[in-house]
């Protein structure tokens, strides 16, 4: 015999929705406001409603929950919901000495890991007062810029797929896979390389390497522009982005913006650039602009770097020196006493190191500096007045890695 | 501690300096203070320049807010509050933004000693996990967390 408790109620049955526990995914929290911000966002007017996207959406690129406050179909206000990959990496590296602190910081921009990995290094280099072989440098430059291309052609593809394309995107995973075999053939990783050491490079350039390299450059050029006329012009990408998610120059420095959102509203600012690192100053290549900064300029914006960093790569292959590529350094590394601040321009933007050492051989801190943190801030100011369907042309385009947003 | 948003908007308004982009923007505890530290970029000078303001008191450390300059330091304050209880007055919005809402310590300080953490203390091998100061990580206002490392044997 059952009791009327027990039974199994159909799913068409409303008292069952009403019955459910509050969860983590309910989009109103079950606790009073803490700030100013949080008591206005969750007051709702006539006819707004909240709906979640993610933690687990295609769309947002990792887990990323974005609160929505909408009203129809237009979006009035939104909340970013930070913290689901949260690692604690600055912790970790306080307590792991600086040569493991290189792996530590390797997944946070887990599709250009390059970039991640060679702050840290360049912060303790400062530290130590080395003087890396120029060949390393080289290697570097090459083995960072072969990353960027790669990164860059993902994001293309990305965007075209959150705006319903499915084709792109494997034009890009072509460039990537076989930018991707050759950096393994490098570093002996696919995806987290491992690959700077604290005055030098893990290892030298071989055969399998050059063959690949050689071979992807002769076509470099030709295959990416091809792949992107599919969307360049067509006239469904170029109508859901050009004039989405504009943001001005002022407004571009207010937000704290880096790397491709900020250069595509006209403020050519790039670490290369603006602080040069490493061999940049002898390579010669400009810092592409665009004037409109909305999605279609930072998707363009991606596009002429790309060409930029090909031809950095032909002119290190040119100029590459013979040497060693690792400096004389102690097995165990003992920084001198001190505050380091490194960066660099990542696919992202800069991303910066702020390393203090009280002269053992643990950072005493290392704060991460991550530009994808910094330009997703910018989606809530973009989006408010925008369609649920173009907040994913904005954050694409914004292109955050939320590997690197929650550390 | 007002000065600092006075020195940081003088670097950023005047027009032979033009400080006008924050590179970064985190909170340091040194163990004695806390500390917050700003990173500005000059297209005039095409520096760094560092800012520090020291000697914020452990118990209560409490900074202005940058927001009125860089909206984008909002996240930014928010982390440093997250990691450290650095209260920024003025930030509209200073919730956690990493960890969990009704989380009540703050993991980056230097009395925060994770549970497991030997590697502090080599040679002296892994200290039990019932050892570990479970109160003072979990629970706490930042007034009375007390010193974990002092109390680790």
Redesign the interface.
């Given at each position: 015999m059952t009791s009327p408790e027990t039974r199994i109620r159909s799913l068409d049955d409303p008292s069952l929705f009403v019955d459910t526990p509050a969860t983590i995914y309910d989009a109103i929290p079950p606790y009073p406001p803490r700030t100013e911000r949080e008591a206005e966002f969750y007051t709702l007017r006539e006819g707004e409603m909240l709906i979640n996207i993610g933690p687990q959406h295609p769309s947002t690129h990792g887990v990323l929950r974005v609160v929505l406050k909408i009203d129809g179909e237009r979006i009035v206000d939104l909340d970013p919901v930070l913290g689901y990959l949260h690692r604690g990496v600055e912790k970790i590296c306080e307590n792991s000495d600086w040569h493991m602190v290189i792996s530590h910081c390797d997944p946070l921009e887990y599709i250009a890991s390059m970039f991640s990995e060679y702050v840290p290094v360049l912060a303790a280099e400062k530290l130590l007062d080395v003087t890396v072989p120029r060949r390393a440098e080289y290697i570097r430059v090459l083995a960072c810029e072969l990353n960027r291309i790669s990164s860059h052609a993902l994001f293309m593809g990305w965007l075209a797929l959150d705006l319903g394309g499915i084709t792109p995107i494997l034009y890009g995973f072509l460039e990537r896979d076989e930018i991707v075999e050759m950096l393994a053939a490098l570093t002996g990783q696919r995806l987290l390389f491992n690959y700077m050491r604290i005055g030098g490079v893990n290892g030298d350039l071989n055969h399998e390497f050059m063959s690949r390299l050689g071979d992807w450059m002769s076509h470099a050029l030709r295959h990416i522009e091809d792949s992107m006329a599919l969307i360049n012009s067509n006239e469904i990408f170029v109508g859901r982005t050009r004039g989405l998610g504009r943001i001005d120059r002022q407004t571009a420095l207010r937000m704290c913006l880096s790397g491709p959102p900020l250069r595509a509203t006209g403020i050519p600012y790039d670490v290369r650039r603006a602080h040069p690192y490493s061999v940049y100053p002898e390579l010669e290549f400009e810092i592409p602009t665009r004037e409109e900064g909305d999605s279609y300029a930072r998707y363009l914006l991606h596009l002429d770097e790309i060409k930029q960093s090909i031809h950095i790569i032909d002119q290190v292959l040119h100029r590459i020196p013979d040497g060693p590529i690792m400096a004389k350094l102690p097995r165990l590394l003992r920084p001198r006493p001190g505050r380091a601040w490194a960066a660099i321009e990542s696919p992202r933007g800069q991303y910066g190191v702020y390393a203090m050492s009280d002269g053992t051989d643990q950072p005493f801190r290392l704060r991460i500096h991550d530009p994808s943190f910094f330009n997703l801030q910018s989606v809530g100011l973009l989006s408010p007045g925008h369609l649920i369907a173009d907040i994913m042309a904005i954050m694409a385009s914004l292109d955050p890695i939320m590997g690197g947003v929650d550390k | 501690m007002a000065e600092v948003a006075e020195v940081l908007r003088i670097v950023h308004d005047d027009p032979g300096l033009r400080f006008?982009?924050?590179?970064?923007l985190?909170g340091?505890?040194t163990g004695a203070a806390m500390e917050v530290?700003y990173?500005l970029?000059s297209?005039g000078s095409?520096?760094?320049l560092?800012v520090v303001a020291t000697g914020l008191s452990r118990e209560d450390p409490r900074a202005p807010s940058v927001t009125f300059?860089?909206?984008?330091?909002?996240?930014?304050e928010r982390?440093a509050y997250d990691?450290f209880g650095i209260v920024f007055e003025g930030n509209?919005?200073?919730?956690?933004?990493?960890?969990?809402?009704?989380y009540r310590s703050f993991?980056?300080r230097k009395d925060?000693l994770?549970p497991d953490?030997a590697?502090?203390s080599p040679g002296e091998g892994v200290r039990p996990m019932e050892a570990a100061p479970e109160p003072a990580v979990l629970t706490g206002t930042p007034a009375d967390l007390r010193h974990a490392r002092e109390a680790t044997p």
């Open positions: - | 006008e982009l924050l590179a970064d985190c340091v505890d530290v990173h970029w297209a095409r520096d760094w560092r300059l860089w909206r984008g330091a909002e996240w930014a982390e990691m509209r919005d200073l919730r956690r933004i990493y960890m969990p809402p009704d993991p980056l925060f994770l953490d590697s502090r």
